[in-house]
């Protein structure tokens, strides 16, 4: 058995922006000088596909990485680092169980499908505003599309979407490891709490903007007054339900879109074909995902011959998992037509996976069909930079140009 101080194995530079603009030849290069880990500033990196798919579902012996990360940051006691220790993606055991077990329902497949009208009509309203400019960052567009879609879901007033953006995109940025990001992160922090609980008030006196929505956030009322969790975790829930939602979808349709730019032959068939959509969601999700999962060993783990002790931190680029060679074939060809089933982690493993990701399927999916159809012949205005590797990757802007159309 060897010790990690005993491998021979390779730095990945993850917090350099050359890194995130290009970390394929980095990869490729970690890969030639151990099968499936390399190290980081802090800690390790998982970085073979087989490796990330037997390691994330060992909860048993690792969990998120948060309460390292709040030590990092010297941010112990304090609002962000209380939501971050203490949120349902940080939760194990019973007190985990007990929350996924009220929302895994609300999120289900067929919840995502009933959702499906809410998320044209969020997206369609985006498009009548932004379509007759002819130009713009899609990244900033598309940002308000799945605030949008978690507002009208839980039935929280759409004004407050500027506000909600401002924080939530700070809040993006969490897991980036940027050590002066935490004033800004309080900040943040507060604001989407203070959301919450006035989201929450308005319900309990009757009130709502929409007549017939908003019913995710009254089956969690009803949860919460029968004792199923805590004011406390009701709205630590509702922060987590927007930031989860945020970023990642967001990330990713700007992601595809930049993609779309190269392939007019697919972009010109999303605007016809929503079951092609989802084909480009999913080819999307392995070839550029944006999520580097970082956990934190709560036991020694023994992996093919490697003991990892316990206390050390593991990142999980699945970002790039789906362009490894030993386990797709073509990895770096972007083929929505693959034979067989896309094995992407997109969504992590384990009793963490992801509860949105059919909300986010379906939402990534309507949404890019209508923009096909609204926005033609798009094209790259500026060049593009991008955002730190570590937390969610993606662009940090997208600006194009396009020929305005017509609402059917």
């Not at 490891?177 to 992160?185: E, H, S």
């Not at 480009?280 to 060993?297: D, K, Q, Y």
């Not at 969610?392 to 020929?403: R, S």
């Amino acid at each position: 058995m060897q010790t990690l101080a005993e491998l021979d194995l390779m730095n990945l530079p993850m917090e350099e922006a050359g890194f995130s603009a290009d970390p394929w030849p980095h990869f490729t290069a970690a890969r030639g000088q151990h099968p499936w880990l390399a190290k980081c500033a802090f800690g390790y990196v998982v970085h073979e596909y087989e490796a990330m798919k037997d390691l994330l579902v060992q909860d048993d012996k690792m969990r998120l990485a948060t309460g390292m990360i709040v030590q990092i940051f010297g941010a112990q006691g304090t609002p962000w680092g209380r939501m971050l220790e203490n949120g349902i993606a940080c939760q194990t055991g019973a007190d985990h169980r007990r929350l996924r077990f009220t929302l895994q329902p609300l999120f289900s497949p067929k919840q995502a499908n009933l959702n499906r009208a809410l998320m044209r009509d969020v997206i369609s309203g985006l498009l009548d505003a932004w379509v007759p400019r002819g130009a713009f960052d899609f990244e900033e567009f598309i940002s308000n599309f799945p605030i949008g879609v978690i507002c009208r879901m839980i039935g929280a007033p759409t004004a407050e979407i500027p506000r909600l953006r401002s924080s939530l995109e700070t809040l993006g940025l969490q897991f980036a490891m940027d050590v002066t990001m935490l004033p800004a992160l309080q900040e943040a922090t507060v604001t989407l709490d203070e959301f919450a609980r006035q989201v929450v008030a308005d319900r309990r006196a009757g009130r709502r903007p929409v007549d017939g929505e908003g019913q995710l956030l009254d089956v969690l009322l009803e949860a919460t007054d029968a004792g199923g969790m805590s004011e406390r975790e009701l709205y630590d829930l509702l922060i987590f339900l927007f930031a989860a939602g945020y970023d990642t979808s967001k990330n990713m349709m700007t992601w595809i879109m930049y993609d779309l730019l190269d392939r007019p032959e697919h972009y010109r068939r999303c605007a016809e074909d929503l079951a092609f959509c989802e084909k480009i969601v999913e080819e999307s999700f392995r070839f550029h995902s944006v999520a580097n999962i970082p956990r934190l060993t709560t036991a020694d783990v023994v992996y093919r011959g490697v003991l990892v002790p316990e206390g050390t931190m593991l990142f999980f680029p699945v970002s790039v998992g789906g362009r490894d060679p030993a386990a797709f074939p073509e990895p770096d060809a972007y083929d929505p037509e693959r034979v067989g089933v896309n094995r992407h982690m997109a969504f992590g493993r384990g009793a963490h996976l992801c509860l949105g990701q059919y909300i986010a399927r379906a939402q990534i999916a309507e949404g890019l069909q209508l923009i096909a159809r609204r926005m033609r012949n798009p094209r790259l205005a500026a060049p593009v930079t991008w955002r730190p590797f570590f937390g969610v990757w993606g662009l940090k802007g997208l600006p194009i140009e396009f020929e305005p159309a017509p609402a059917a």
